[in-house]
């Protein structure tokens, strides 16, 4: 069983930046693809990024493009998601994904807040 835990989430001025990690336990990183995913209030659970198994590929929302990226350290069995350009409409909790084949596994999420 893998055990992800997300955190550097918390409360910013728009414009501003966060680096959001998810250390991973149990489990080996390096064998899963990797995803972040939001969910703001009131709203689903829609994708932010991803990260191929080796990290050559990568892979991003429309509403991030050019402001966040998601790089892996599979050294430290960690993922991050470095977000920057932070709007009010990023709002939300962010969860992080490991994927592989028939396994799924969810962190418990990270508050963000951006404030105007």
């Known amino acids: 069983q893998m055990r992800l835990v997300e955190s550097g989430g918390g409360l910013v001025l728009a414009g501003g930046s966060l680096r959001l990690s998810c250390a991973a336990s149990?489990?080996?990183?390096?064998?899963?693809?990797m995803g972040w995913f939001r969910q703001a209030p009131g709203k689903e659970r829609e994708f932010v990024a991803g990260i191929s198994v080796n990290g050559g590929n990568t892979d991003y929302a429309d509403s991030v493009k050019g402001r966040f990226t998601i790089s892996r350290d599979d050294a430290k069995n960690t993922v991050y998601l470095e977000m920057n350009s932070l709007k009010p409409e990023d709002t939300a909790v962010y969860y992080c994904?490991?994927?592989?084949?028939?396994?799924?596994?969810w962190g418990q999420g990270t508050q963000v807040t951006v404030s105007s």
């Open positions: 994904n490991a994927r592989r084949v028939v396994s799924d596994y």
């Open positions: 149990g489990r080996n990183l390096r064998n899963y693809a």
